[in-house]
């Protein structure tokens, strides 16, 4: 007696979603086991065709655009229904049949669509903007120029844009306007083109990440916002009081619950005058990300920052300013130790020289927050050994609000800002609750290099 076959019997739906959890050849390959299974390949509607997939079937060949093209062609040649999903790697040769494949696209019920241009920039072909059924697009190094037919895409959820070009001031803002169910916005630029001002109005927006180099950002139509990240890679000329008008626009407008500033954004923020206290709170941020923190000006407008965010849980700073504490007092980071973080209960700090500056703000923290729960401190490698030990004793006398937090300690290798995902090494932790202080004073007066805080006793 033949086994039974309970998987080919399954619904076309649950087959095709045991299909899009395989590489795309496996599930090719699966095409040869039945006419029912060659069917459900042939009508598969998730279509990853990505690095890895033309890493698998060409090998050595990859940068072979006959065959690259080929493929592409034979795979959408045969496929018939709807294609929903479809992610495309474009190689580095120039690649003439995309014409002919977005042109196929734009003629189903595409719903997500993902373009990655490994090549020089190229025209995002004028085919693509009529798939209206879009919910979620992503594309890298293209011109965006949308023809003057078009309408919209008035299903489209999320737009991921990295690497692309507008070949005009308006194109930006007025393809955002016609996208009125956009939740979803992320702009990265690695500083190839400037844009001048961002204009983003989208009434659904909640989540909102932008990177490159612009002179001023509005917001004034996006008041649903819940997130945002704004990363400037580099100091321009700009409209005077923007960056102000900004701040008032996201603390007094919105309910934003994730804020992150990285790179020049602080020192905006400084040159606009808001350094101290902020003109209003954001009463509902949860998390805030500060980075890039050169001088005791722009440290004084992160920590006004942080005290205009009364029920911030998470923090993340990452500091390298090299004044000494005499160069704190004019920008009041000494005078104030009474204000309370009542809500803080994660900070991850990262110190790039261990100065007096960046060592007041740890006292700060740690005096300041007494539900905090957790203070991951990264430091950089090549701190040298005194001012480890220096860090050492001044982490044990720093007075503790809480009496519950864990502290992680590790080395950072990198000079770039680092991520949540980023590994660093020689981690180690202890706790304020348990042998902590003992522990520090075991090593108060040893050689730096066997300090247990920075140092992995179990050789982890």
């Known amino acids: 007696m033949n086994p039974q076959d309970r998987i080919s019997d399954l619904p076309e739906n649950l087959i095709h979603g045991i299909m899009e959890c395989l590489p795309l050849r496996d599930a090719a390959r699966m095409s040869v086991l039945s006419k029912t299974w060659r069917e459900n390949w042939l009508t598969l509607p998730a279509l990853v065709l990505d690095d890895p997939f033309f890493k698998d079937v060409l090998g050595k060949k990859r940068n072979n655009i006959f065959e690259y093209s080929s493929i592409v062609s034979k795979i959408l040649l045969q496929h018939y229904g709807p294609i929903t999903k479809f992610t495309l790697h474009i190689p580095r040769t120039v690649c003439p049949d995309i014409i002919q494949w977005i042109l196929s696209l734009s003629v189903n019920c595409i ?23 879009l919910t979620k697009l992503k594309l890298n190094s293209f011109y965006f120029n949308p023809p003057p037919s078009f309408k919209g895409f008035p299903n489209l959820l999320s737009v ?196 007096d500056a960046e060592l007041k703000v740890i006292e700060l923290l740690l005096a300041c927050s007494p539900l905090l729960e957790s203070f991951d401190l990264e430091i950089h490698k090549e701190i040298d050994a005194d001012v480890k030990l220096k860090i050492s004793r001044k982490l044990k006398q720093f007075h503790k609000a809480s009496s519950n937090i864990i502290f992680f300690i590790s080395m950072a290798t990198k000079d770039n800002e680092t991520s949540d995902s980023d590994t660093n090494e020689d981690s180690s932790s202890y706790s304020t609750s348990s042998d902590a202080d003992s522990d520090l004073d075991s090593d108060s007066d040893s050689d730096s290099s066997d300090i247990s805080i920075f140092d992995d006793e179990d050789g982890e």
């Open 160 to 355: 991921d844009l990295e690497n692309i070009c507008f070949l005009n001031d308006h194109i930006l803002e007025d393809f955002v306007a016609k996208c009125p169910l956009l939740e979803k916005l992320s702009l990265k630029d690695p500083g190839t083109y400037e844009l001048p001002r961002l204009v983003i109005n989208a009434p659904n927006l909640k989540y909102l990440t932008v990177s490159g180099i612009f002179h001023s950002i509005c917001l004034n139509g996006s008041r649903g916002l819940l997130s945002v990240s704004i990363t400037l890679l580099k100091l321009v000329d700009h409209i005077k009081n923007r960056a102000q008008k900004l701040i008032q626009f996201l603390a007094s407008s919105c309910k934003v619950e994730k804020i992150c500033f990285r790179r020049y954004f602080v020192k905006l923020l400084v040159k606009d005058g808001l350094s101290g206290m902020l003109p209003a709170a954001f009463t509902h941020v949860r998390s805030l990300e500060i980075s890039s923190i050169d001088s005791s000006e722009e440290l004084s407008c992160a920590i006004g920052l942080i005290r205009n965010c009364p029920n911030v849980e998470r923090l993340r700073l990452w500091v390298k300013v090299a004044e000494k504490s005499t160069d704190t007092d004019k920008h009041n980071l000494n005078s104030d130790l009474s204000c309370k973080f009542l809500q803080l209960r994660n900070i991850n700090a990262r110190l790039n020289r261990g100065s």
């Open 111 to 133: 719903k997500e669509v993902t373009l990655v241009n490994w090549g020089e920039i190229s025209m995002l072909p004028s085919h693509f903007f009529a798939c209206t059924n």
